[in-house]
């Protein structure tokens, strides 16, 4: 058991090391303020040569001079915006890691939602069907029509009166 | 008809095989770049080391030329390499050199004089400070630019004699016309 805890330890520590920050001490500004805005800024940007990491975490080269360029930008007194602005001036919109609203990405943005409503709407029907099915569509209103089942003849309800008595014959 | 109802599902599942077959085949590195048909972004680069000059967007300006980003570190580039040192011989168009992120300064020029050196500037990025303007995703990428100093082309990756005989050389001459 304590083997078992002392390998957890170890293991916490093997990957909480390698979680650790891909911004370096020497990347860092002076100002915690001006730190922080770039901080936020790194985190929306997207390495783009691992592609699925903010340059925030990623130790690619061009993500730490990427990161540079970031401060060096939010120093000289551009905005958080104008900072990103700037990157999809150059890379495009696939720089940023929250890709924005626009025509070319409602698909992707609305597919999701649209083939869950395709999802719920066909399971509604299958169940409503089923319901009217299952209540023998007696109403009347032609309903399920052609869904349900016909009425039992004469000769299947006594089959079946035969079969709960458990009368085999 | 309302038989067919039940082809509905099968249908989008067949546009959807579509979709992502094509999206497959697709290299997710090659990005479309937000660069062409704009200007090449102003800078101005030192020289490396050695008997090089340093490269500034206004050498650009007047003629047809290719840029080329490379750095002694890359694979990719070892490879291109020799092709671009013929296409120098060849004078069909000057290239101008980024010499990218290079560890120490004395490896881009050593590689330059134990390689041939197809370039009429080199300039010296060591910071990705040009690399990201030109909007570099890696090593080697190529970009043609017209006389007006308007990026017209990318290639992203080594030149390969295809690109170049089919669709790089052609736009070059059609360019150096205008």
Redesign the interface.
Known sequence: MRRFFLLLIGAAAVFGASRALAVEPSEMLANPVLEHRARVVDKQLRCVVCQNQSIDDSDADLAHDMRVLVRKRITAGDSNQQVIDYMVGRYGDFVLLDPPLKPATYVLWFGPAFIGLIGLGVLFLFYRRRIVRDSGDGDGDGEGKGMAEPPLSAAEKKQLESLLKGDNA | MRRLVFLV?LGIFAVLVVYFAVGLTKD??I?????INREV?PFDLPAIQGPFKGFANRDLIGQVTLVNVFGSWCIACRAEHPFLVQIKSQGAVPIYGIDW?EVNRVDGPAWLARLGNPYTRVGDDP???V?????V??APESFIVDKKGVIRYKQIGPITPEAWDRTMLPLIRELQKQ
């Not at chain 2, 690399?131 to 909007?135: C, P, R, S, T, V």
């Open positions: 599902p997710p590195k990005l479309p770049s937000v660069l972004p992120r910071d990705s400070a690399a990201i303007a030109f909007g995703t890696g």
